[in-house]
């Protein structure tokens, strides 16, 4: 059982006096869903050489093979349910006046928990885009009747996601960079914080003036440069900060 008593008296005010939060999550967040991390013990990128698999070049070579690799984890997700830790972030959204969760995860998890004020910084592997229209439409066929799938027009469809060496969406980046700006305090969930530039937010916000509370199952690079690292499952601390929040 973890004890967030360690949430210090600070942290406490902080969030109870917070006007503006912001949230950061990763897939850590997912992992008590059944969800597989990229690089945690039997990690995505560990089973599948993600790494090269999540990059476009590898997508021009083989999109038979990167689309079987979507496939699979879309068949994974698709009965899967969001945790403790994603319905706390969702009920935040309404307890603080001015509230952005900002996630790297493309499962979707958060938006089935209810969270509306968010941004995906990574895509969605619910959504598809036409590499000849550019248009990103919903798809949620799974598996997959047809690898690589096509779009009307005939063209090829490619996962809505921000592979590596791609651009993050540029609304979703500036988003996100105005709350780590903006925020009293910054709750950076699950996130090994190694990928950029989702990794740079909670130093962008630390600088601002926010308190930042990490909370993760281990250390990360960033857990000396915030206010306090609270180590431990996000469905575990989660629900306590929300009960000390009522004290
Ligand atoms: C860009 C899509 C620029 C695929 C992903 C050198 C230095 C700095 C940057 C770079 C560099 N070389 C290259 C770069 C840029 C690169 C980058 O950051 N590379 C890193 C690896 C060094 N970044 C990019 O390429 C980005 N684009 O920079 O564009 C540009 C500029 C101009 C013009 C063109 C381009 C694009 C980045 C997005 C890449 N796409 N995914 C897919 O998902 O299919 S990244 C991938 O990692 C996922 O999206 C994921 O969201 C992201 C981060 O991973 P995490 O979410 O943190 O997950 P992870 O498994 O790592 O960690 C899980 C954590 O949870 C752990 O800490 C664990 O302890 C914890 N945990 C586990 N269980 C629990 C828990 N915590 C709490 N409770 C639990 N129960």
Redesign the pocket.
Known sequence: MVFVYRLMKAGKDALVSAKNVAVL?????S??SGVP????EG???RNFR??E??TPEAFENNPKLVWE??DW?RQLLKPLKPNK?HEVIARFEKRFPEFLLI????DGLHQKAGNKKMVE???N?WKVRCLKEGKVTDNFETPLSKIPPSCECGAMLR?H????????PYDAIQTAYRAANECDVMLV???????????SLPIIAKEHGAYVIE????E?PISDIVNESLI??????LPEIERLLEM
Do not use: M
Request: hydrophobic share 45%.
């Open positions: 999550t990763g897939a850590g967040i992992a008590e991390t990229f690089r945690g990690g995505l990128w993600a790494e698999l999540a690799w979507y984890r830790g996630t790297q995860n493309v910084l990574h895509g592997i996962p996601i921000v592979w590596f060496g791609e651009s993050l969930v699950g996130t090994s914080a190694v990928v950029q530039p989702a990794a909370i993760n199952a281990e990360t431990g499952k996000a469905g575990d601390i």
